[in-house]
């Protein structure tokens, strides 16, 4: 069932529902970006708020945009305002995005090599 929660703030999302259900309905300004769940959660090696905490230091610009785009969002994920998005793209939200798309393919990959070395469980 989609609940309705047409205000969202930039940053983590905070609502108990699992990071990739995508059962919330909002609207965000226009050039926002929404970082996966799973990226948050390994920026804190684990831990969705200490991933959530480097988030903020990285994108501190809470404010930009225009016009409400509705989408659908998740749990533990996090919305960059458009105005860090023109940061980030050297004040271009499209090569914002771009960069944005690269880091959290990088970010994955990293994650998944870092899993790899890990020691499996005790026995």
């Excluded at 609502?15 to 804190?44: C, H, K, Q």
């Excluded at 793209?89 to 990293?110: A, M, P, Q, W, Y």
């Amino acid at each position: 069932m989609m609940s309705e929660d047409p205000i969202v703030d930039f940053g983590l999302i905070q609502i108990a529902e699992p990071g990739r259900t995508d059962t919330r309905n909002v609207s965000l300004p226009n050039g926002a970006y929404v970082i996966p769940a799973d990226v948050v959660s390994a920026l804190g090696e684990g831990n969705t708020l200490a991933g959530s905490a480097v988030l903020d230091k990285i994108f501190p610009i809470k404010t930009g945009g225009g016009i409400p785009v509705p989408i659908v969002i998740a749990g533990g994920e996090y919305v960059v305002s458009p105005g860090d998005c023109r940061k980030v793209g050297g004040g271009n939200i499209k090569h914002g995005h771009e960069v944005l798309d690269k880091f959290v393919l990088s970010t994955r990959k990293n994650t998944i090599n870092e899993l790899k070395k890990l020691p499996g469980p005790q026995k």
